[in-house]
């Protein structure tokens, strides 16, 4: 029988250590890696007869990682056991309904490994006798050798018995200590992530106070900010029209002197009357210019700063969807004449999110407490970067869009820390319930629009 080649995918050195040994013993060929990302970059070169998952590790976890590797037509014939703690038929009807042929527990024996490899056809009968006769001591003095053929049938019988037993005695004192260790390091890991995770609370209840805290005295000053910018754009803008305006008053009022001072005749006189109307109507329709353009200004300014977008909890905030609404902010923009930054502002909600069946995140059922929830964040956007909260066709309406409006209007993405809550949430105990949660998380999964006007030179 050729042999065997297993691949073990775990985050802890110890178990893969415990494993990799079990299955050398076996004359199987075993490399190791760390994490599901590895595992699947292994997989581009290599193919394994078999591949031992872990359940719970960092980044992409066990189940995650068989979707990926029965998805792929190349990789999806390879048999994966998971290699966990976990137990129970739940599980295992998880784990079977997403590729993998079975489970085995991060305690099985020697014996319990080879019965699973067996049933997979990577061990024959053969290998296994061979493999325990080779275990047993082989007394290297022929002295004893030729003693020990000369003890009586009984005797020999008796012998060999008390080797067998001794052991039988030797491989479970080894497997009661792997066990107790293996129990010990998953009890210290759950003790370490509980702790983990309630430092994050704490820290997060901190830093959302001192947001909340800053905000409050903050926005303010932001609002002065912005009337003072609004202010001088209009003001400058004013003064512009006003300056031409005085010229064409200026003119009209020298034409109006000269007009009584000089002696012309009737016909020039009404010559002068007709310009000096024409002057008076240039100047009406200067006046109603200027107070069109402010008033187009301001009636889009508020538009836009009190329109927003709010977004489903399994979409990015800026996908294809969104690329109609923000050319209908920029038609708006340059109809009213605006000439500035336009920046669209994402905020990401942190939703009560529990598994399906298939592994996938959903919303958590409406009245169980929060306290229950499997996550809580958003799995589709992770982190606060603007990157991360764009598809790739609205990245490129963004850029294209760039080239063809006028480069009076600037448009960029701004993203918004998730700490800085735009609706409060409730507080996460055991009397808050789901719906409550999801509620203020949907308020704060929105997009809004922050106008800053160019100033004049």
């Given amino acids: 029988m050729a042999i065997k080649k297993a691949l073990v995918v775990d985050d802890s050195k110890s178990a893969r250590a415990v494993l990799k040994r079990m299955l050398k013993e076996l004359a199987l060929e075993v490399d190791t890696v760390e994490s599901a990302a590895d595992a699947i970059d292994y997989l581009k070169d290599n193919r394994p007869d078999v591949i031992f998952m872990d359940h719970m590790m960092p980044g992409m976890d066990g189940f995650e990682a068989v979707k990926h590797i029965k998805n792929n037509p190349e990789t999806a014939v390879i048999p994966i056991m998971m290699y966990t703690s976990k137990a129970g038929d739940v599980y295992l009807s998880q784990a079977r309904e997403l590729g993998a042929v079975g489970i085995i527990s991060k305690t099985i024996s020697p014996v319990g490994l080879k019965e699973s490899l067996f049933s997979l056809g990577l061990v024959d009968d053969r290998r296994i006798s061979s493999t325990l006769m080779r275990d047993r001591p082989v007394a290297a003095d022929p002295a004893a050798q030729l003693a020990e053929e000369g003890l009586s049938k009984k005797h020999k019988k008796y012998h060999v018995d008390i080797e067998d037993l001794q052991r039988l005695m030797d491989e479970q004192t080894i497997e009661l200590h792997r066990s107790m260790w293996l129990g010990i390091e998953s009890v210290s890991h759950e003790i370490f992530n509980r702790l983990n995770k309630e430092r994050e609370e704490v820290l997060e209840k901190i830093l959302s106070a001192s947001v909340e805290k800053n905000k409050a005295s903050s926005w303010p000053v932001y609002i002065v900010a912005v009337m003072l910018l609004l202010s001088i754009f209009f003001n400058a803008s004013l003064f512009t029209d006003v300056y031409h305006l005085e010229e064409r ?38 006046k109603d210019f200027i107070g069109d353009r402010q008033s187009s200004l301001i009636e889009f300014t508020r538009w836009a700063q009190a329109n927003v977008i709010e977004y489903p909890y399994d979409e990015l905030a800026l996908n294809d969807d969104r690329i109609n609404k923000i ?56 982190g606060d970067t603007p990157s991360t909260q764009q598809s790739l066709g609205f990245a490129n309406y963004l850029s294209d869009k760039a080239s063809l409006i006028d480069k009076s209007i600037s448009i960029e993405v701004a993203s918004i820390s998730r700490l800085a809550e735009i609706s409060e949430y409730p507080e996460q105990t055991a009397q808050t319930s789901v719906d409550d949660w999801n509620r203020a998380a949907q308020l704060n999964n929105r997009i809004t629009f922050k106008l800053t006007p160019a100033s004049v030179e």
């Fill in 249 to 286: 008053l200026a003119i009209s009022e020298e034409k109006r002197l000269l007009a009584e001072e000089s002696n012309q005749s009737a016909d020039n006189k009404d010559q002068t009357a007709v310009r000096e109307n024409r002057v008076a109507v240039e100047d009406g329709e200067a």
């Fill in 327 to 382: 050319d209908e902010i920029l038609e708006k923009a340059i109809a009213a004449g605006f000439v500035g930054n336009i920046v669209l502002q994402t905020h990401v909600g942190r939703f009560c999110l529990n598994r399906d069946q298939g592994g996938d995140f959903v919303l958590a059922e409406g009245n169980m407490p929060v306290t229950d929830c499997e996550y809580i964040g958003n799995h589709v956007q992770p």
